[in-house]
């Protein structure tokens, strides 16, 4: 079993090579669904086929499934939502605002992402491939069941055999308490997640791959996702590079952004080095329809198997270290590096200008949120990787 997550930013054409990666995928036997959450339904204007909330057939060997949050939440845990809609309203909150207010945070994402414990189950396919990936805050709900202990689930049953006497409390607190069917649907829930958290965290079974297209929002929106994927333990295993403008156009018009997409893509290799980059051109007309799509796969993919682990290991690591934090980040061990002659915090990034050989390099690193809490105390160069070391203040002032 192979799971592959696509992301990237809005437009980045997550559709366009998740389908295409499922195409090719089912070319080569496997038997192959690829999901989407996307509420626009890119997924069906990609693959010219109306696609459904449960696996519609595409071709032999290759499926696609909608799936519908929304529909999906109400059926599935809408007894939990019903209960904290409940809470707000015996505050006086009015119920459309309740119900707003009570839906799961980064609920198209996180949906999708529960439904994926259900296919992986099933076995009936080789490779699930979604074209989008949860944000940040929705990855942080798969980690519910490790901040809550073990023993979670078990205190929640326990809790179980008192849910009636706290109904007859329920007039004097003056809010409503759960009934046994929620208190069974948050354990689902916890199990559920549990069982996510393994499947994604699995490196030979998961693989996250970053799309972006050669400019700057693009790129650095995918170094943040990157960033993230690392400190969740999630494996990203490919870089796309795509809608680049094919070396055969000669049109001055786009002289200056050929010549911009050509810095954009030398900085990316660096930027996400030791991770594989592809290159996608820009294709003369919306891609659309199988044959389209086969074209993309060819392309993208070379005869290689999509369902390959390109690459396994960590980009930038985070380590705790006494009183602060180290980030390490591996450059190209062919560079020729001396020193780093410029380190600043740039907003959430860090600036960091590396002399070399052939000039100075500036590179804009993203960091994770606790070292937004600390001060910057040095950088260094190290056994082909920038070591880049901060001070927690307030542990100074503990020690003092």
Request: charged share 25%; aromatic share 8%.
């Given at each position: ?14 559709s ?15 038997e ?12 069906s ?41 409940s ?35 099933s ?15 929705a ?5 519910l ?18 849910v009636?006497?706290?109904?007859v ?37 998961t ?5 972006a ?36 156009v000669?049109?001055a ?7 911009a ?8 290799e ?20 199988l ?11 070379d ?23 180290e980030?390490?980040?591996p ?35 993203p ?19 920038l ?14």
């Amino acid at each position: 079993m192979r799971v592959i997550f696509y992301t990237g930013k809005g437009g980045a054409g997550k559709s366009v090579v998740s389908s295409a990666t499922a195409l090719t995928l089912s070319q080569m036997g496997y038997e192959t669904l690829v999901i989407s959450s996307d509420p626009a339904h890119t997924l069906s204007d990609a693959l010219e086929t109306d696609v459904h909330h449960r696996p519609t057939a595409i071709m032999e060997k290759l499926w696609a499934v909608q799936i519908d949050p929304i529909r999906e939440a109400r059926e599935s845990y809408g007894v939990i939502q019903e209960y904290v809609v409940s809470l707000f309203k015996s505050k006086g909150v009015d119920e459309v605002l309740a119900y707003e207010i009570a839906a799961l945070p980064n609920m198209t994402e996180f949906v999708s992402l529960l439904k994926l414990v259900e296919y992986v189950e099933s076995e009936q396919y080789d490779v699930l491939v979604l074209d989008t990936v949860p944000s940040g805050d929705a990855l942080k709900n798969i980690y519910l069941p490790t901040l809550l202990g073990a023993t979670a689930t078990k205190v929640i049953k326990l809790v179980a055999p008192f849910v009636n006497l706290a109904k007859v409390a329920e007039p004097i607190v003056g809010i409503p308490t759960p009934g046994r069917e929620v208190i069974n649907q948050d354990i689902k829930l916890l199990k559920i997640l549990q069982k996510l958290k393994g499947i994604i965290s699995n490196r030979t079974v998961t693989s996250l791959r970053l799309i972006a297209n050669p400019e700057a929002f693009s790129i650095q929106n995918l170094k943040r996702t990157y960033l993230l994927a690392n400190l969740y333990d999630i494996n990203v295993d490919l870089a796309v590079m795509n809608k680049i403008i094919p070396e055969g156009v000669h049109d001055a018009y786009f002289r200056e952004w050929k010549a911009a997409q050509e810095r954009y893509i030398a900085d990316s290799e660096a930027a996400f080095y030791p991770l594989p980059l592809k290159k996608l051109r820009l294709f003369q007309s919306e891609v659309k329809g199988l044959k389209l799509l086969t074209e993309v796969g060819q392309e993208l993919f070379d005869g290689e198997d999509p369902a390959q682990v390109y690459y396994e290991g960590h980009a930038i690591t985070v380590k705790e270290r006494e009183g602060g934090l180290e980030v390490v980040v591996p450059l190209p061990s062919t560079g020729n590096y001396r020193e780093v002659t410029e380190v600043e915090r740039a907003g959430e990034d860090l600036s960091v200008v590396i002399a070399t050989d052939i000039g100075e390099a500036r590179n804009f690193i993203p960091l994770p949120a606790i070292a937004q809490l600390m001060k910057l105390d040095r950088a260094k160069l190290l056994n082909d990787a920038l070591h880049i070391y901060f001070i927690d203040e307030r542990w100074k002032n503990v020690k003092k």
